[in-house]
């Protein structure tokens, strides 16, 4: 099923875009949490973290590094920052197309 997030990928609806390479993309969340507030998403639509598999272990690896080089170019790195990812309504999924969150730029609650 098609989401908003595969519409950001086409470029059918606009998104600030940050980063971009053959497997993903990352641009700012349109509702910060903080004041760094990036969202890494693979190019191909995976609804869950559920509906990975092993073919896709060395894409979350990518994602994750992408989310930690984002973090240092945005200057959040040293102070620290979190990588989240939700899963299903009761881990807060909203946009079923996996992603990555990184926000930084504050202290976090826990
Ligand atoms: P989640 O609850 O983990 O599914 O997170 C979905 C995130 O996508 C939320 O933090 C939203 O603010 C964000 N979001 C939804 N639509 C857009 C959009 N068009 N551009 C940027 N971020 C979006």
Do not use: W
């Amino acid at each position: 099923m098609s989401t908003i997030f595969d519409k950001i990928i086409s470029r059918e609806i606009p998104a600030d875009i940050v980063y971009e390479d053959e497997q993903v993309l990352a641009f700012k969340d349109i509702s910060p949490k903080a004041p760094v507030h990036y969202l890494i998403i693979p190019k191909q639509p995976i609804a869950t973290l559920n509906d990975a598999n092993p073919e896709h272990q060395a894409l979350l690896g990518h994602m994750m590094l992408t989310a930690a080089k984002l973090a240092k170019q945005a200057g959040v790195a040293e102070d620290g920052y979190r990588v989240q990812m939700n899963c299903n309504p009761d881990g807060g999924q909203v946009v079923y197309h996996i992603h990555l969150h990184m926000m930084g730029g504050k202290a976090l609650s826990a």
